[in-house]
Nanobody, 125 residues
């Protein structure tokens, strides 16, 4: 079993920055990819970014490309999402997810094996 714990959310003004972390625990983590999704009130959960644990291949949603950066620390089993130039439209609960075995690229929403509980990001105008 794998547990994913997000941290780093909070309230920030537009134009500001936040860094989210997602630590995997519960077993010796050796996964295929870790991704970030977000869900705003009244909207469906949407893909934000994903990174492969081996090789570091990344993918981003068009809405965050150039502003967000995903990275990982294999030794710490932790994935990060650096969010810059935040906009009110980025306000959402952010979830991390893990896919343990190879899949399509980027992995589709339903292909992830584990999900975190989410962390709230609020961007004020």
């Amino acid at each position: 079993q794998v547990q994913l714990v997000e941290s780093g959310g909070g309230l920030v003004q537009a134009g500001g920055s936040l860094t989210l972390s997602c630590e995997a625990s519960g077993r010796t983590f050796s996964g295929y990819a870790s991704g970030w999704f977000r869900q705003a009130p009244g909207k469906e959960r949407e893909f934000v970014s994903v990174i492969r644990w081996s090789g570091g291949r990344t993918s981003y949603a068009n809405s965050v490309k150039g502003r967000f950066t995903i990275s990982r620390d294999n030794a710490k089993n932790t994935v990060y999402l650096q969010m810059n130039s935040l906009e009110p439209e980025d306000t959402a609960v952010y979830y991390c997810a893990a896919r343990l075995t190879s899949s399509s690229w980027p992995p589709l929403y339903y292909e992830y094996d584990y999900w975190g509980q989410g962390t709230q990001v609020t961007v004020s105008s």
